[in-house]
């Protein structure tokens, strides 16, 4: 009997939450120039790419990268416009969905590989932009291989439960009313479509992003090393001024011309291809986040 | 005498008299490259008036460190440890990290023969070789704490 109340409880809990009727409505059609830009915001071609590809066949999004993390490899599926194997079939509603609240289109959760926790945040205009230019794309077929999960994550009910700590649609830093417009984009690019939190914060025990420590950088999810603390906290990138991160962004170099390096190579591509006042918004973000020093432990001295 | 035994102990100990500390020598190397890059990022934009000699004084900086940086005796295996960037993929994946270094040697060496003669020009040469830095940073250098 308990157990059964506890079943039903789950249930319950765990049941996928979709978007509002009228959010899914005021979607529209959705501008394919205007979501180019969202589109190199959001790096999706980073993930959903074949690995390796260069050049314009990033834009074949036939997914198949693997991802191995500590809960398991996740396999970045087809998002290309194929209608059997990719999402050419799918709504704007489906779209958003599954951008917005994790949502798959039969009703299942999503795992949070995508990272719908940041675009929770963004507006649903752009994420119909985003779509819409999607559609444009080259139609690849075949199916990536499903993602390799242990117990328990491999349960995909279980979301729910992770969706009700982490998932939501508010800004992670508050800004005062009269913050400046550059600073307010920035936020909406940083911790919206760019998820940038997602690999630059210490994440929990059960992967969530610990946002007491936001942007502190953390230890890589993916691989050896860190990802670096950008905040002004020690270790961070206080001496760097907005000009420099802005400067980073779009060529690659650091102040004192170390180059980019590691997975955020492909990011910083993705960040060229924005506008200049894009970069500059993120860069003006980025000196008004809380300092922290770095989010990730210091590494253990050699013996001796 | 003395030079004799020099001679015997460095054969024993199979390593390159040349470079006694690897990972600092190459360390060195890749700062002096990104002095050379800044050095010509400053009349890419603008900060200083362009200076076709100084230009290619770096360039060939960079060509020469190139040259050196991408001798095998730099990257003996299992030189990643205590605050080494190396990233094990070096040694894994030798041959694709030989064909990085070989790039930026060949793209240097280009720079240098087509040396630029003003800023238009310079900005697609730093456009070549500066590519080089982050798609072998990418696969070839892990950040640490």
Redesign the interface.
């Known amino acids: 009997m308990l157990g059964g109340i506890g079943a039903a409880v789950f249930w319950l809990l765990t049941e996928p939450r979709r978007l509002d009727e009228a959010t899914i409505a005021g979607l529209g059609a959705g501008d394919a120039a205007r979501g180019e830009r969202i589109f190199w915001a959001g790096g999706c071609t980073s993930c959903h790419a074949r690995p390796g590809a260069e050049g314009d066949t990033r834009l074949e999004l036939a997914g198949g990268m693997k991802l191995k993390t500590p809960f398991g490899t996740f396999v970045p599926p087809n998002i290309s416009p194929d209608p059997k194997d990719g999402i050419g079939n799918w709504s704007a509603g489906d779209f958003a969905n599954a951008m917005m609240r994790g949502v798959a289109p039969d009703g299942s959760h999503l795992y949070p590989s995508l990272p719908y926790t940041s675009y929770a945040r963004m507006n649903p205009a752009d994420v119909a932009d985003l779509y819409a230019f999607m559609k444009t794309l080259p139609t690849v077929a075949g199916s990536a291989p499903d993602h390799e999960l242990s117990f328990p994550f491999n349960v995909r009910r279980g979301l729910g439960l992770w969706k009700l700590l982490f998932l939501s649609d508010q800004p992670v830093v508050a800004l005062p009313a009269d913050a400046p417009e550059n600073v307010a984009l920035g936020r909406y690019l940083v911790e919206g479509p760019g998820h940038c939190g997602e690999c630059h914060t210490p994440r929990d025990l059960i992967g969530g992003t610990d946002k007491s420590r936001w942007l502190s950088g953390a230890v890589a999810a993916e691989g050896d090393g860190i990802v670096p603390n950008i905040t002004s906290g020690e270790g961070g990138i206080d001496s760097w001024s907005e000009s420099d991160i802005a400067a980073y962004l779009e060529t690659g170099f650091t102040p004192d011309f170390d180059s980019v390096g590691g997975a955020m190579v492909e990011v910083q591509h993705n960040m060229a291809k924005l506008r200049a006042e894009d970069r500059e918004a993120i860069a003006a973000y980025l000196k008004t986040v809380p300092a922290h020093p770095n989010g990730y432990p210091a590494r253990t001295p050699p013996a001796g | 005498m003395r030079k004799l035994i020099f001679a015997i102990s460095a054969l024993a100990l199979g390593v390159s008299a040349s470079f006694a500390d690897p990972q600092a020598d190459r360390e060195g190397l890749?700062k002096a490259?990104?002095?050379a890059?800044?050095a010509l990022?400053a009349y890419v934009k603008g900060e200083k008036p362009f200076d076709a000699a100084d230009v290619l004084a770096q360039l060939t900086k960079l060509s020469d460190d190139a040259q050196k940086i991408s001798d095998p005796a730099l990257w003996p295996a299992g030189s990643n440890?205590?605050?080494s960037t190396a990233?094990?993929k070096i040694w894994e994946d030798a041959a694709g990290f030989q064909a990085a270094l070989d790039k930026f040697k060949a793209d240097t060496a280009s720079a240098v023969a087509a040396a630029p003669a003003d800023v238009e020009a310079l900005k697609v040469q730093m456009g070549a070789v500066?590519s080089n830095?982050?798609?072998c940073?990418?696969a070839f250098?892990?950040?640490?704490?």
Request: glycine share 22%; proline share 4%; hydrophobic share 15%.
């Open positions: 890749m490259n990104g002095k890059m800044g990022s440890t205590g605050d990233s094990p500066g830095c982050a798609s940073h990418q250098r892990v950040k640490k704490g």
